[in-house]
């Protein structure tokens, strides 16, 4: 039997939930991605590891998941104590997953794509190298894609930074339980002390609370983001084959390819790649990787004359948004850099 059920709405909370601290907290973000939702809660529901919490974050869907999400109990399904909290509108993943993670209790934090699929032992599993690796604060999964069902092609072993600052992973290395940058994007798990001391406080922001995820990004690029604060800030990562999960890759986006997205995300990813720069990147760090990232924008654009001719301003649009942003951006620089644990030299080893 479920432990309790809780809705938030706006700043409304029915607070019925009374249990000890979970070990894990998962938060599953969904937007118009009803599709997906049973699917992922189903595999919550299967975890061999009960000491958890499940927070279910809908970002002002349109396709019927507020309602599914309202319409039953989901803590009763899943048979542990449960919270949903229904935004009214699309707040991007960073502030949707933010809102979540406030709410969090558990020593370990998952925010969770809603297009993933957790192996029922994905708990127990992460349980188990937390405690092999007690000086780890991230603890990566082994990702496999799924594609109309369970494969065993897998898209992602933890991942690397690039030189422009974006993520690739190492496939050749999957099966090695080692020492990584950071978890997987769609299914990272995160000590909560750890983000407690990374979280961005609102008087750097401007904002009127503390984010886990900097929620200036809206989307796509706040993973490494994170990362990179808590690598600076002396934490680390392991990367943990046993821990599986499968994701439809870009579900929320049929799969979209990058050169016929639109022009917002098409704007907003090398902006967001900039502001990762100016915030995290010690000053020899800042020099070597600045040429990469301030050139992504025009080299973009570049290859879309060939791709999508019609498209290749989309990208230039990414420079506006580096000045709008790069007061801000410094600001939160002096308030990490004061506190970081780690020189651009060692951080250096992870770049691809």
């Not at 989901?74 to 449960?82: D, F, L, M, R």
């Not at 943990?240 to 990058?258: D, F, I, K, L, Y």
């Not at 917002?264 to 900039?274: E, Q, S």
């Amino acid at each position: 039997m479920s432990e309790g059920f809780g809705i938030l709405q706006g700043d409304r909370r029915d607070d019925r939930i009374v249990c000890d601290e979970p070990l894990f907290s998962i938060i599953v973000l969904s937007w118009n991605s009803l599709r997906y939702l049973p699917r992922c809660l189903e595999s919550i529901r299967e975890q061999t590891c009960r000491s958890f919490e499940l927070i279910c974050v809908d970002n002002g869907s349109v396709d019927g998941s507020v309602e599914w999400l309202t319409g039953r109990d989901v803590g009763e399904y899943v048979g542990v104590a449960t919270q949903v909290i229904l935004h009214d509108r699309n707040k991007g993943f960073a502030a949707g997953m933010n809102s979540g993670i406030r709410v969090a209790r558990g020593r370990w934090v998952v925010p969770l794509n809603v297009d993933m699929v957790l192996a029922a032992d994905f708990l127990e599993e992460a349980r188990k190298a937390a405690e092999r690796h007690r000086d780890v604060a991230m603890i990566g999964a082994k990702v496999y894609a799924y594609e109309d069902g369970l494969t065993e092609r897998v898209v992602t072993a933890g991942i690397w930074p690039t030189r422009h600052l974006t993520a690739r992973t190492r496939l050749e290395r999957a099966e090695r339980e080692e020492e990584v940058f950071g978890p997987a994007g769609c299914c990272p798990i995160l000590l909560h002390s750890a983000l407690r001391v990374a979280g961005l406080p609102g008087e750097v922001t401007g904002a009127r609370e503390a984010m886990v995820y900097d929620e200036d990004y809206f989307a796509y690029g706040e993973d490494v983001d994170l990362y990179f604060r808590l690598q600076l800030l002396g934490f680390r990562c392991m990367y943990v084959p046993r821990v599986r999960g499968w994701h439809v890759h870009s579900g929320t986006q049929e799969g979209v390819r990058w050169y016929e997205k639109d022009a917002g995300t098409l704007g907003r990813v090398p902006a967001n790649a900039f502001f990762t720069l100016m915030k995290n990147c010690p000053e020899e760090l800042l020099v070597r990787l600045a040429g990469y990232v301030i050139g992504a924008p025009l080299a973009q654009a570049v290859l879309l004359l060939g791709k999508r001719p019609s498209r290749a301003v989309y990208p230039l649009g990414a420079y506006g948004g580096m000045v709008r942003g790069l007061g801000r951006a410094v600001r939160i620089r002096r308030w990490l850099q004061a506190r970081r644990q780690r020189e651009g030299s060692e951080l250096w080893r992870w770049f691809m």
